[in-house]
């Protein structure tokens, strides 16, 4: 037979955290025939660490999963989207340093964009991912206090990304996830907003998307791109 076998690597968010000395989930051992990536950078990371590594096809979009529906739109639109972090007892249990995507950092990507919007007539809507049962209950609660206080809007977790996507005029995403890719493609305003201001690139590095490290930054950004 003339089979193929394609390793798709859809996520993207994994990207750059993990050095060349601790590749996640087993990468270096990988011996897949083809891998598709978003982007050209992932491959040269995969190529790095992986030295059984044969073929890679860049498609610099995926389809996104999830329903297709139309969002309503009656003024300009900011599409969030965040990581929701793991409980304290998962986070213990499954990684050996502290994890990026943990409690403090998540509420201050959020905290910070409400901020720098607070004088700014636009509609915040945040996709967030599906739920899971070891979300940590704090970020739970901080979401629905926001979304009582009418501060923001959540849409169905169910809805695929690329509806929100297609009628924003700005969208923001945790570093490295997907969304911004899909934004980027689609030529719509995008960036990584990195809240804790630690992050470091590292060869390679994703840079389709600005990643933004500080709040006055991500606010001279935002009203650009509002204004």
């Not at 704090?138 to 695929?160: G, Q, V």
Request: aromatic share 16%; hydrophobic share 35%; net charge positive.
């Amino acid at each position: 037979k003339n089979d193929k076998v394609f390793l798709f690597f859809f996520s993207s968010n994994h990207f750059q955290f993990y050095s060349y000395n601790n590749s996640l989930y087993g990468c270096r051992f990988y011996n897949w025939s083809n891998y598709v990536f978003w982007t050209e950078e992932q491959c040269q990371w995969l190529k790095k660490i992986n030295n059984n590594f044969s073929k890679c096809h860049n498609v610099g979009y995926f389809p996104s999963f999830g329903k297709n529906e139309e969002i309503l739109k009656i003024k300009k639109i900011v599409s969030v989207f965040p990581v929701t972090p793991f409980n304290d007892k998962f986070m213990y249990t499954q990684f050996t340093n502290r994890h990026y995507y943990n409690l403090e950092n998540s509420i201050k990507f959020l905290k910070d964009i409400l901020d720098s919007l607070k004088n700014v007539d636009v509609e915040i809507i945040i996709k967030l991912k599906r739920e899971n049962p070891d979300s940590h209950q704090k970020y739970i609660n901080y979401i629905n206090y926001l979304e009582k206080e009418n501060k923001i809007t959540i849409i169905d977790s169910n809805i695929s990304a690329i509806s929100l996507i297609d009628k924003s005029d700005a969208v923001i995403s945790s570093p490295y996830s997907s969304p911004s890719l899909m934004a980027e493609h689609f030529n719509k305003p995008t960036i990584y907003y990195d809240s804790s201001c630690s992050l470091v690139p590292v060869e390679p590095n994703i840079k389709k998307v600005k990643l933004v490290k500080n709040f006055d930054e991500l606010s001279g950004w935002l009203n650009r791109i509002l204004n």
